[in-house]
């Protein structure tokens, strides 16, 4: 006796048994049918049922014995049948072949009724011939899968078998719990009873009985297999990490399997944990966004359909973006907005029946694992921290990834991991898109530049912040900016907390110190026009990050608890975005607290308090931008990093301003006297840019050169969206003619 070939053939030789079935069937309907019976099926004649029987799947041993009419005794030949099928079956399994029908019953509990429902089922899938034998065997032309009476005449001998096979339809069994067949109603025939629905097997477990391993189409939308290709050794994980993860292995065979919850901060490779730990299993995993799952969906039959697509992938899955049990969407939330967090909570608590009923291997990502694990009575739990990478780990990974390439002599890759906290993945493919950017500038033999490096970050870091903020182009130079010289110090201070935050918070053990405050807060306060928002681009050149100008008339909401949400979904993207988030204005957001007079002050007070304790919280770079320093609130500035004043600018600094805003290919006068603008017109550096650009336009609509009266007219116009008044123009002493009035 040989072992089936592979999956096809034990499939194939199963339906031959199935076909033998219907011909014992067949047989049995002739002998008890009366003489009215014999246009059974009406229009399929019993020449064609025979003809139909006599072209069974494959070339089974017993066909011949058909042909030859030594079929005797079809029950005692089915049972020689089953018995060589099973020894086959062992044996195949045995030597390490892989029978997906075999396959398909150990992982969902099947036993040998089920597994024989299945095949009827399973036949019209492959063969249409079915239809026309289950048409004649149900007696109606119309009837064309099988129904759960014709499955259940099929494979039971006598009325005691038939009772109890009904217990095999309920939707508690294996079949209809794992959605491996569905029940179906006959749509001309409403409200019946169980034995006349049918019986459709689900296409996706079709497929898998094929070769197939394309994902159930209903979950492509929130739902994606992943084959890990790093194991814990490879990850960016501390020792005590690694060695944690793996003393957690040997619970994972443990039946039920269990949930492990991963927590840990955005960006700390939960995810590439879970992979790790598959990776050693060898076991793909299914990718699971809880956010985007659909609403109003039956979440116990979901979560059944999700497992049994992991369980046939044969791996685990990775639930993440669930939200906190415990949350709300604001503590003074409207009406409607509770209404909706109310419906999310009870659609998470209701996943979490499912998962905690389920057999599925699950790693669920989140924070809040006090209430998820108390969610989970019925399996085990075990509660595993992702601590972020350190930079030293970081820092050797951007060495190992980028061996071999040449690198500029400017490139830095301490200060690299130390500026954009990727992870594992994000380092890799940094590094790849980094050698891309190189050759397509210079060719084959290109050396990587910083520059090439910290474009290649920007581009793997998280962009769904551009949704939220408008992302800026720094354009300005050091050079470019004019202040007092102690505010240009306190500028580069905040560079080099930035470049060497790791130095101090990990090498020297600062970090160790703070609970919270690891990020950098800055308020930058003054007039409009000194430079505050050319500071901050300057600033995020320099280290190389995005820089995020947030539009306060999308942040603030007159809506109680809406102002919170908004500043909620900020913070968490740019946690992972690598990038400065820069609030102008924000003295209208982050204002004094005011005494609480009614609810409006009460939950006005609410915002800010939320404010201190995400700015508290946040690990990346906030400038908050003010022209009016005197209505921030005393508390809040209390907890910044750095404050930087930026004066109205003297004449000296006027006249530095001056100097500095012309490009070098603009034709200007001899006799432009900035000294004198500078100490006339008391101006801010914004201002002064202004009036700069219209002179030059004035200019080129005479076909001319940038004269004195050009800027004094351009002054005009400045002064007058301000409501002040220049003067006549002789006092400057340019009354020549030349001045236009």
């Excluded at 061996?403 to 490139?411: E, I, K, Y």
């Excluded at 470019?480 to 470049?499: F, S």
Aim: net charge negative; with cysteine; proline share 4%.
């Amino acid at each position: 006796m040989e072992p089936f070939a592979d999956s096809s053939e034990h499939l194939l030789a199963e339906l031959e048994r199935i076909d033998l079935l219907m011909r014992s069937r067949v047989a049995h309907l002739r002998r008890v049918q009366t003489e009215d019976e014999h246009f059974r099926g009406l229009y399929i004649s019993e020449q064609e049922v025979d003809a139909l029987l006599a072209r069974p799947l494959g070339a089974p041993q017993w066909l011949k014995a058909v042909e030859e009419g030594r079929l005797v005794d079809i029950d005692a030949t089915l049972l020689d049948i089953e018995q060589m099928l099973e020894s086959r079956r062992r044996l195949s399994l045995a030597q390490g072949i892989d029978l997906r029908l075999a396959r398909l019953a150990n992982l969902f509990g099947l036993d040998r009724f089920d597994t024989d429902v299945l095949l009827v089922a399973l036949a019209v899938e492959i063969d249409l011939r079915y239809e026309k034998l289950y048409a004649y065997l149900q007696d109606d032309v119309t009837k064309k899968r099988p129904s759960v009476d014709l499955a259940i005449q099929l494979l039971t001998a006598s009325s005691v078998d038939r009772l109890e096979a009904r217990r095999r339809f309920l939707p508690s069994a294996p079949l209809f719990a794992q959605q491996i067949v569905q029940l179906r109603d006959d749509p001309s025939q409403p409200d019946p009873p169980l034995l006349a629905r049918y019986l459709k097997v689900e296409d996706r477990i079709v497929q898998f009985l094929f070769g197939i391993d394309e994902i159930d189409g209903r979950l492509r939308a929130f739902a994606e297999p992943v084959v890990p290709r790093r194991s814990l050794d490879d990850l960016l994980l501390t020792d005590d990490a690694r060695r944690a993860l793996r003393r957690a292995w040997p619970a994972l065979s443990e039946a039920p399997l269990p949930v492990m919850l991963l927590a840990g901060p955005a960006g700390a490779g939960k995810r590439s944990a879970a992979e790790g730990i598959c990776h050693e299993r060898q076991w793909p995993l299914l990718v699971v966004d809880v956010a985007a799952l659909p609403a109003e969906s039956d979440e116990v039959r979901l979560a059944a359909l999700i497992e049994r697509e992991a369980a046939l992938l044969g791996g685990a899955v990775y639930w993440r973006g669930g939200a906190s049990l415990g949350s709300a969407e604001g503590a003074g939330a409207v009406a409607e907005g509770a209404e909706s967090a109310g419906r999310q909570r009870s659609a998470l608590a209701g996943l979490l029946r499912a998962i905690d009923a389920g057999r599925a291997p699950c790693f669920w990502a989140g924070e809040d694992t006090v209430a998820i694990g108390a969610a989970l009575a019925r399996r085990a739990v075990v509660v595993m921290r992702v601590a972020e990478a350190t930079h030293p780990q970081r820092a050797s990974l951007w060495s190992s990834e980028l061996a071999g390439a040449a690198l500029d002599s400017g490139v830095d890759l301490a200060a690299l991991a130390s500026r954009f906290k990727l992870r594992l993945g994000g380092i890799v493919d940094a590094a790849a898109t980094a050698r891309r950017l190189a050759r397509l500038r210079d060719g084959e033999r290109a050396s990587i530049t910083m520059r090439d490096l910290q474009d290649a970050c920007r581009m793997h870091s998280n962009q769904k912040l551009s949704s939220l903020a408008r992302k800026t182009t720094p354009r300005q130079r050091w050079d470019d900016l004019v202040l007092p010289a102690d505010r240009l110090a306190q500028l580069r201070e905040i560079c080099n907390h930035v470049k060497y935050r790791d130095r101090v918070y990990g090498d020297w053990g600062f970090g160790r110190k703070l609970a919270l405050g690891k990020g950098l807060a800055v308020l930058f306060a003054g007039p409009s026009g000194t430079g505050k928002t050319m500071s901050a681009s300057i600033i995020a050149a320099e280290l190389g990050l995005d820089l995020y100008r947030i539009d306060l008339s999308t942040v603030i909401s007159k809506y109680i608890g809406e102002t919170e949400k908004n500043l909620s979904k900020i913070f968490d993207e740019a946690e992972t975005s690598n990038a400065i988030l820069f609030f102008d204005e924000a003295d209208a957001l982050f204002g004094k607290r005011s005494e609480v007079r009614d609810s409006h002050d009460r939950y006005a007070n609410i915002e800010v308090g939320y404010l201190l304790q995400r700015m508290e919280e946040y690990e990346g770079i906030a400038i908050l931008a003010t022209n009016f320093r005197k209505n921030m609130d005393d508390a809040f500035v209390r907890r910044l990093h750095f404050t930087v004043e930026f004066p109205f600018p003297d004449d000296e600094d006027r006249h530095r301003i001056w100097k500095g805003i012309w490009p070098e290919d603009t034709p200007r006068d001899s006799e432009l006297d900035l000294e004198l603008l500078a100490q006339r017109f008391e101006m801010t550096g914004g201002n002064i840019k202004n009036v700069a650009v219209a002179a030059a336009f004035l200019a080129a609509d005479e076909d001319q050169v940038v004269r004195m009266d050009h800027v004094i007219q351009a002054t005009q116009r400045e002064y007058q969206k301000t409501g002040k008044l220049l003067g006549d123009f002789d006092e400057f002493g340019r009354g020549d003619g030349r001045a236009r009035r």
